[in-house]
């Protein structure tokens, strides 16, 4: 099975987390941050990773800190879970709608960290949630996933709907990518012979 855990622990955050990639999308999410907390709940469900999170970070000060380090935290779990990637599909691509919001998600397991977003959030914040840190989680986790990643908003006026199409798409074309591809016999999806 594959299944990673990550403990984290700076001057601003103290993150534990246990990923496992077979899962059926259970979750117990403690960010500090609420919204943070549904979006990642969303994430692991359409994703059926199973999921625990237990982050106390500076909330006091913002969300900034605890968000990026759960980025990098997630990330981190994503790459240890995979190991050399043997076998894997290795892309994955969805075309996700939240009521009014259009979401294109597309991914590689690439052993590259990049993203690409292309969005028009409407709104700064989401309740007490700072609609830029979407950004910063998702730079975070590809930098220390390794994934190449491409979110476009086709559509959408809610900021709210459009973050949550984010998160599950995200969830969604994971799941496709990490996802074992019998005809590959466990032969890693590359040319070069390596994704790491």
Do not use: W
């Amino acid at each position: 099975m594959r299944e990673a855990s990550i403990t984290r622990k700076t001057g601003e955050t103290d993150i534990a987390l246990t990923l496992a990639l077979e899962g059926s999308g259970s979750s117990q999410i403690s960010s500090g941050v609420g919204f943070m907390d549904h979006m990642l709940t969303l994430f692991a469900k359409h994703g059926r990773f199973d999921l625990t999170l237990s982050c106390v970070g500076d909330t006091e000060v913002d969300g900034h800190h605890s968000v990026e380090d759960i980025g990098i935290a997630l990330g981190q779990a994503f790459a240890k879970a995979l190991g050399d990637c043997a076998g894997i599909c290795r892309y994955g691509s969805v075309l996700l709608p939240m009521d009014e919001a259009l979401i294109q998600c597309a991914l590689d397991i690439s052993g590259r960290g990049m993203l690409v977003l292309r969005t028009e959030i409407p709104s700064p914040r989401v309740g007490d949630f700072d609609t830029e840190l979407v950004e910063e989680f998702l730079l975070a986790f590809v930098r220390h996933a390794n994934i190449t990643l491409h979110v476009r908003q086709l559509e959408g006026r809610n900021a709210h709907h459009i973050i949550e199409g984010i998160f599950k798409a995200l969830g969604r074309a994971l799941r496709q990518a990490v996802s074992i591809d019998e005809t590959l016999c466990g032969a890693i999806p590359s040319t070069k012979g390596m994704l790491v």
